[in-house]
């Protein structure tokens, strides 16, 4: 167990709809990653937020948008749904501080497997 | 040309066989390395990381990494059926920003 917890597990929608995916990280990590995976495809980044801000962003399209709450928790939200945008969605968490020498990397939610019919 | 190459696979090797996983990289600036192995339908697991050059030994695992081939390599010993599975690599300059993944090799052991 990675820590990171992601909810729903399983959503199944029509197309032209909209949904919301939810994460929340690691106790202590500030950086919440979004990840796309389609079926047989390499992780695709979406976006990163740091501590409530954005901070980096991927191949993430303007149908989609995120946000990371006070609480460190974030939202991915995904509008006007097309087939094509059935994947699983990762989340990863991460410190991501700026101390000099902090060792950094990824821990993984299950995922939310998305199905648009 | 993509900025984290790695064979696909898929890998088929015997049971107890040593495997070995590589990716080539492009973008210079990368400081650290990962590797994650995925099983079907799971959140990728993280199993190596290492900074900068050099080897990390964990267990049945070492992870190799030389800066100036900008080349790592994964080893695996006395393989498992159990570890049959997708093996990401990723890299990343600095705190976690510019964050990449390799493609996956798909790695099949057999009784």
């Known amino acids: 167990d990675s820590g990171v917890t992601q909810t729903p597990k399983h959503l199944i929608t029509a197309t032209g709809q909209r949904v919301t995916l939810r994460c929340s990280p690691r106790?202590?990590?500030?950086?919440v990653y979004w990840y796309q995976q389609s079926l047989d495809q390499g992780l695709q980044f979406l976006i990163q937020?740091?501590?409530?801000?954005?901070?980096a962003k991927g191949n993430i399209l303007e149908r989609f948008s995120a946000q990371q709450f006070p609480d460190l928790h974030s939202e991915l939200n995904l509008s006007s749904l097309e087939l094509g945008d059935s994947a699983l969605y990762f989340c990863?968490?991460?410190?991501?501080?700026?101390?000099?020498?902090?060792?950094?990397?990824?821990?993984f939610g299950p995922g939310t497997r998305l199905t648009v019919l | 040309q993509k900025e984290v190459e790695q064979d696909p696979g898929p890998l088929s090797v015997p049971e107890g066989a040593i495997v070995s996983l590589n990716c080539t990289y492009s973008?210079?600036?990368?400081?650290?390395f990962m590797w994650y192995r995925q099983y079907s339908r799971k959140g990728p697991e993280l199993l190596m990381y290492?900074?900068?050059?050099g080897n990390k030994e964990d267990g049945r695992f070492t992870a190799q990494v030389d800066k100036s081939s900008k080349y790592i390599s994964l080893f695996i010993r006395d393989s498992q059926p159990s570890d049959s599975a997708t093996y990401l690599c990723?890299?990343?300059?600095?705190?976690?920003?510019?964050?990449?993944f390799g493609p996956g090799t798909r790695l099949s052991v057999l009784p």
């Open positions: 990863a968490s991460s410190v991501a501080t700026l101390t000099s020498g902090q060792r950094d990397t990824q821990y």
């Open positions: 106790s202590g990590d500030l950086s």
């Open positions: 937020y740091y501590n409530g801000e954005e901070r």
């Open positions: 973008n210079s600036a990368f400081q650290y």
């Open positions: 290492t900074y900068s050059s």
């Open positions: 990723a890299m990343s300059n600095n705190y976690g920003q510019n964050f990449v």
